[in-house]
């Protein structure tokens, strides 16, 4: 059930935000005004890096951990537009097949824990890799990528019968007086790697090792040994926490040491430090792709928080079939203060992802709300769209625009002002092609995402104990 997001950019970010936003600008009657400049992440954005900024210490305030992500695009300038919207599509396209084919074992009620194996080449478990954090695991440093979308956390071990390149050292387990396989006869291989991978682990010739094998859409894959370690969420330990120890690793990971799992069940961290944190974790992520940050925070400590507006809670949906997954109501959207009507708010179904670029909506609300975009941006000239994105302006002419306000509405009266940052994607540098930052699923029935481009600047609050996710408006920093 783990949903490994695989992109052809690896793009690092810091969830602990140095700079304001980029581009707030200033709302007038519903609508941003704001310079093209400001609107653009800046030129790093559109090639490599000249400069990165220091990775910076964790912190613990009280109850809560505060962790370090970063952002960085391995792609060279003139393909990591088209390679990261075509392996976003196929990122949503996997969600939207995995969700179908758990649907239709409930339709036939067959649906059972050891029914749960999925084919690992189907592509169920396509993600994509965007934003990491450094952990202690045993005594090794690690980067890894955090993905809500995922449950087992993995990291390269030695000795590494095939590993990729990474760029901090490999784990090497022999060296670590805390670290133990887990037993191949224990539940822990059987019954909750199945419930979190979709697929039960193997035994070793000895049968003192539990295998694990998760293999992705693209021919990449991790295999190894399960096994338990003390990890370091900043100054918390973690002992006996189980993640996969990789020996045998191909795929898109862009040097980083491996996976964090933030999903729903046993195995992912969210749950195994439910003593130490309760369940809840946040992040807020910065506006700029480079020398940026944002927090990814674990613990219910919201002193932690920098949020401008109280966090506003709605219910988060309990689907036990897709249980990597967070799910939530929508229940309506407006722009530029013009409510959408759509008949697609009936069934509002909408799930919310840290890997996911782009958003998705259903047909009936995407029409509706592109059409009301199109008609308050109707100064400015149309340009061709581009890739996933098919509501495109040539933006070249002007020092200053008027953009539209977008506002999300969910369950129990919530409501999420989308950042200016996170309505228009810049496909080129000098504006001429700029695109409405949303895109349209296939079919009503597909359930919508909301895509980290739209979660920019706010804080999100998963609470797992609770079952609510929170939102609120934060300028994100680590300062």
Same mark, same amino acid.
């Given at each position: 059930?783990?949903?490994?997001?695989?992109?052809?950019?690896?793009?690092?970010?810091?969830?602990?935000?140095?700079?304001?936003?980029?581009?707030?600008?200033?709302?007038?009657?519903?609508?941003?005004?704001?310079?093209?400049?400001?609107?653009?992440?800046?030129?790093?954005?559109?090639?490599?890096?000249?400069?990165?900024?220091?990775?910076?210490?964790?912190?613990?305030?009280?109850?809560?951990?505060?962790?370090?992500?970063?952002?960085?695009?391995?792609?060279?300038?003139?393909?990591?537009?088209?390679?990261?919207?075509?392996?976003?599509?196929?990122?949503?396209?996997?969600?939207?097949?995995?969700?179908?084919?758990?649907?239709?074992?409930?339709?036939?009620?067959?649906?059972?824990?050891?029914?749960?194996?999925? *084919?690992? +080449? &189907?592509?169920?478990? =396509?993600?994509?890799?965007?934003?990491? #954090? /450094?952990? !202690?695991?045993?005594?090794?440093?690690?980067?890894?990528?955090?993905?809500?979308?995922?449950?087992?956390?993995?990291?390269?071990?030695?000795?590494?019968?095939?590993?990729?390149?990474?760029?901090?050292?490999?784990?090497? *387990?022999? +060296? &670590?007086?805390?670290? =133990?396989?887990?037993?191949?006869?224990? #539940? /822990?291989? !059987?019954?909750?790697?199945?419930?979190?991978?979709?697929?039960?682990?193997?035994?070793?010739?000895?049968?003192?090792?539990?295998?694990?094998?998760?293999?992705?859409?693209?021919?990449?894959?991790?295999?190894?040994?399960?096994?338990?370690?003390?990890?370091?969420?900043?100054?918390?330990?973690?002992?006996?926490?189980?993640?996969?120890?990789?020996?045998?690793?191909?795929?898109?990971?862009?040097?980083?040491?491996?996976?964090?799992?933030?999903?729903?069940?046993?195995?992912?961290?969210?749950?195994?430090?439910?003593?130490?944190?309760?369940?809840?974790?946040?992040?807020?992520?910065?506006?700029?792709?480079?020398?940026?940050?944002?927090?990814?925070?674990?613990?219910?400590?919201?002193?932690?928080?920098?949020?401008?507006?109280?966090?506003?809670?709605?219910?988060?949906?309990?689907?036990?079939?897709?249980?990597?997954?967070?799910?939530?109501?929508?229940?309506?959207?407006?722009?530029?203060?013009?409510?959408?009507?759509?008949?697609?708010?009936?069934?509002?179904?909408?799930?919310?992802?840290?890997?996911?670029?782009?958003?998705?909506?259903?047909?009936?609300?995407?029409?509706?709300?592109?059409?009301?975009?199109?008609?308050?941006?109707?100064?400015?000239?149309?340009?061709?769209?581009?890739?996933?994105?098919?509501?495109?302006?040539?933006?070249?002419?002007?020092?200053?625009?008027?953009?539209?306000?977008?506002?999300?509405?969910?369950?129990?009266?919530?409501?999420?002002?989308?950042?200016?940052?996170?309505?228009?994607?810049?496909?080129?540098?000098?504006?001429?092609?700029?695109?409405?930052?949303?895109?349209?699923?296939?079919?009503?029935?597909?359930?919508?995402?909301?895509?980290?481009?739209?979660?920019?600047?706010?804080?999100?609050?998963?609470?797992?104990?609770?079952?609510?996710?929170?939102?609120?408006?934060?300028?994100?920093?680590?300062?």
């Amino acid at each position: 059930m783990q949903m490994a997001h695989l992109l052809s950019a690896v793009l690092w970010f810091l969830l602990i935000v140095v700079a304001p936003s980029a581009g707030a600008g200033i709302v007038e009657d519903n609508a941003f005004v704001v310079s093209l400049h400001e609107l653009k992440f800046g030129a790093d954005e559109f090639g490599f890096s000249s400069s990165t900024s220091a990775p910076q210490r964790p912190k613990t305030q009280k109850g809560a951990t505060i962790l370090e992500l970063r952002h960085h695009s391995t792609l060279f300038k003139h393909k990591r537009h088209q390679n990261l919207l075509k392996m976003d599509e196929a990122r949503a396209t996997s969600i939207q097949a995995q969700i179908k084919n758990y649907n239709k074992f409930e339709e036939k009620k067959e649906f059972l824990p050891e029914a749960a194996q999925l *084919p690992l +080449s &189907s592509g169920v478990k =396509l993600q994509t890799l965007n934003y990491v #954090t /450094t952990i !202690t695991i045993g005594s090794t440093n690690t980067t890894v990528i955090v993905d809500t979308g995922s449950d087992l956390t993995w990291v390269q071990c030695t000795p590494c019968a095939a590993c990729y390149t990474q760029q901090d050292p490999l784990f090497n *387990p022999s +060296s &670590s007086p805390t670290y =133990l396989s887990v037993p191949c006869n224990s #539940t /822990t291989c !059987t019954t909750s790697l199945q419930a979190a991978t979709g697929i039960s682990g193997s035994c070793s010739q000895d049968r003192n090792s539990c295998f694990y094998a998760l293999g992705y859409g693209d021919g990449s894959y991790t295999r190894g040994i399960l096994a338990q370690e003390t990890i370091a969420l900043g100054d918390v330990q973690v002992p006996n926490f189980i993640f996969g120890c990789g020996r045998s690793n191909r795929g898109l990971f862009g040097g980083t040491s491996g996976l964090m799992g933030l999903g729903r069940t046993q195995l992912s961290l969210v749950s195994q430090t439910t003593d130490q944190f309760g369940g809840v974790f946040s992040y807020c992520l910065p506006t700029k792709l480079y020398n940026s940050s944002g927090s990814l925070v674990f613990g219910n400590d919201t002193s932690a928080f920098k949020n401008a507006t109280p966090v506003s809670y709605t219910r988060m949906i309990a689907d036990p079939t897709l249980a990597p997954f967070y799910f939530l109501n929508i229940t309506g959207a407006s722009v530029g203060g013009i409510p959408i009507n759509a008949s697609g708010f009936a069934n509002g179904k909408i799930l919310i992802d840290s890997g996911t670029v782009i958003t998705r909506l259903p047909p009936s609300i995407y029409k509706s709300l592109k059409a009301e975009f199109v008609a308050q941006f109707s100064a400015y000239p149309s340009a061709s769209g581009f890739s996933i994105l098919d509501t495109c302006f040539n933006l070249s002419g002007y020092d200053e625009v008027r953009v539209p306000t977008l506002k999300l509405e969910f369950e129990g009266d919530v409501d999420v002002s989308v950042d200016v940052s996170g309505i228009l994607y810049f496909v080129k540098k000098d504006g001429s092609q700029v695109c409405l930052a949303l895109a349209s699923l296939s079919y009503e029935d597909q359930v919508g995402i909301i895509g980290n481009y739209q979660q920019k600047n706010q804080r999100v609050v998963y609470d797992t104990v609770g079952s609510r996710l929170g939102f609120a408006k934060e300028p994100c920093s680590y300062s």
